[in-house]
């Protein structure tokens, strides 16, 4: 990547103010790359050479996570919501 920045510090960086699924394609299998790419609770962590089933199957389970997880923050915060109403009442 261009400016020295790797792939996992990009991640952190999309990751500190998106909800955007990161997937990493990777040739790196090390502790060291696995713990630091941890951190940015990534949705899978493939290593290359794959098969184009395997990015596929990874791609529809992170959307699909990615998905049911929105829909989970948006019913958390209405229960919270009505929890607060009620309280007030």
Avoid: C
Avoid at 13 to 36: C, G, M, N, V, W
Avoid at 37 to 52: L, N, S, V
């Amino acid at each position: 990547m261009k400016g020295g920045m790797d792939g996992i510090e990009a991640a952190s960086k999309i990751h500190s103010f998106s909800d955007i699924p990161i997937i990493y394609l990777t040739a790196y299998s090390d502790d060291e790359t696995l713990q630091r790419a941890k951190i940015t609770e990534p949705y899978a962590y493939m290593i290359k050479p794959f098969r184009d089933r395997e990015l596929q199957l990874n791609l529809e389970i992170a959307f699909y996570r990615s998905t049911m997880e929105k829909k989970l923050k948006e019913k958390n915060q209405w229960l919270v919501s009505v929890i607060e109403s009620m309280a007030t009442q």
